[in-house]
Every structure is written in C-alpha cells, then in structure tokens.
C-alpha cells in the first residue's frame, strides 16, 4: 500500500498503475533457494551431525518463516505497534518448545 | 490541521482513526492468526516431547529398519513418490509439495498486489492460479495419506496380545490403533499435524473460491478497494507459513 506508483499503462479502457514484483520474486527465489539448501544438508551432512543438522533447519526455517511474515504478510512493513503485537507473544511459543523438549528428555530417561 | 493531529496522541496507536492504520477485519485476521499459531505450535511441540520420551535409532542409516521400539527416521518413512512405484526417493514429493505451496503464496501475493493497482483481470488471473495450487497440494496430500495408511512393500512384524496369548502378526501400513512404521504416537501425530494442517488448506481454498468469485462479479471494484483479498491472502500464507514448521519438523528433523 506504501508503493507509489510512477508508470501507468492502459489496460481493457482503463489506465492502471504498471506491476512492481521486484520484491515479491526475489523473496519467491530466496525462500526457494533455502529450501533447496536444507535438502542438500539433509543428504549430505553424515548422520552423527544430528545435533548440527537440527541448528541449521530450525535457523534455516525461522528466516524462511521471517521472509513469509514480513514480505509475503507486509507485516514488516506495517506500523511498528502492530509488528510488536503480533510478535512478542510468540516468546511464549519459544518458553513452551524449552519447557516440553527438556522435560521429553526427562521422560526418555527413566 | 495542525491542532487535529496535536490533540490525537498519535504514537499510541500509530493510525489516527483506526489503530495500528490497519481496518478492523485485517487487524482482527492478524490476532486470529495469532491465536491460530499458538494451537499448530501445541501439537508440533506436544510432537518434540512425545518423540523425545522415545529411543532414537542408534545405528547407521542404511541399517534400518521399521520397529516399535525406537522412533523412526523420516526420510526412510516418506520415500515413494506417485509414479515411480518401488523406488527409494526420500523426501522428493514432499519437497514438491513445500515447492506447490510456497508458489501458490506467491501467485496470492500477486494477486494482492493487483487489487491494490485495482486490476480485476490480473487478480482474478493470480487467485485462479493461487486455488489451483491449493487443490493440487490438497490432492498431494491425499495421495501421501493413501499411501501411508497403506504402507511400505513388506510389512512390519509386531508383537501383540490376542485373548491373553502373545502372538507375532505381520503390519502394513498405519492408522490410530497400529503402526508399521515406528510407535504409535507418531502415526498418531501424522495424522493430527497434517491432517489439521490439510483442513486449513482446504478451507482456505475455499475463502479463495468465495473471494475470487466476487471478484469475478465486480464487487470489489464497486466498493473501491480490494481488501479482502488482502485479508484472505493473510490466511493463506499462514497456511504457508505452517507448512514450513511442519515440514522442517515432522519430515527433515
């Protein structure tokens, strides 16, 4: 919505503003690009970097996630109270994925 | 003017009239989608512990094989890909799958961006792109529904207990009350995860119908704007977006 338009052609009668995709298809080939990567670590990191491997897709998909909800959801682009609003709950998710791993590691050895 | 904006205390909010410069209805998407993460964040991490509680296999990866006893490997359970009957390709149709549903968000963020040009050809165009990506993930998801409940090509033999004897019986495939794969829980959990997931898919598929056909009938162009589908477009990349956690956890780690 913060775009300004510059050129305009006419289209079916009607003038309309020319498309800018720039953004959206470059974040399209970024999102794809990290995709292709966590595959090729997947197939090619040895089996006892687990550990390594599991680092590496979470960071991996919280930038894919991050590029989703700021690009694609315009939510970077929103006014910064809206932004926080939406992402300071999420420290509850994060509390929660500590709280329920640790204790999985519990259960596991008893 | 100048007193107007001096007596509203703007940095509160940041909009004026409506908080956040945002409408109601897109501001009320954005907490349901809130609301929505924290309920596809439960079952993921209910998903951590519950494998987490169970013994990793210890061997090396070509040794394994199916078995209760120890949580399975991902990439050894979803290998088939339809047409290639038989043959081992880990991971290749669900990274289809990932790739259907990240260019459907892209066509949807097309379509966006030509309500906000107020081109009703070209959003018309991106959302029938943007539903056809959706039906075909959703028939994507069938096929691997079909194909796990089904199982592999030799069965799993599982030590069970008929009236009070203790038997050996031989298992394909997967549903809530046995599992060829590995323990219970986690078919339990595959159905759970992607089958919520898949029901988001699919009604999301079908606000994109609604709002394409009264895209199609100029409604939105009588009412000035195109924010609705803004709006849909805000749950359908968070359809997205949940696929991107489900696929990095359920299927890559």
Redesign the interface.
Known sequence: MATEYTEFVEKDGKVIAKPQTKVIWRTFWILLIITVLEFVVAFTLPHHMHLLKVAIFVGMTILKAGYIIGEFMHLAHEVKSLFWTILVPVVFIAWLVLALLLEGGFIASY | MATHAAAEPKH????GAEP???SYGK?MM?IFL?SD??TF??LL??Y????????AFEG??HDFVFSPQYWPIP?KVFEAVPFFHGQSM??VFV?LM??IL??S??T???AV??G????K??VEKWMLWTILGGFTFLGSQAWEWAHFIHGAEKPTLVNDIVNGVQITKEVFGANLHINQYGPQPFADFFFFITGFHGTHVFSGVLLNVIIFFNVCMGLYERRGHYEMVEKV??YW??V??VW??VF??FY??
């Open positions: 509160l909010w940041l909009g956040m410069k945002a501001l954005w809130l993460a924290f964040s439960g991490i209910a951590g512990l519950v494998r987490y509680s169970h013994p090396a990866p990439e880990p991971l990274g990932t790739f990240i260019f968000s892209v949807m963020v097309l961006e030509a906000h040009r107020r081109d050809a070209d477009g805000l990349h968070f997205d977006l991107v956690f990095t956890f890559l780690v």
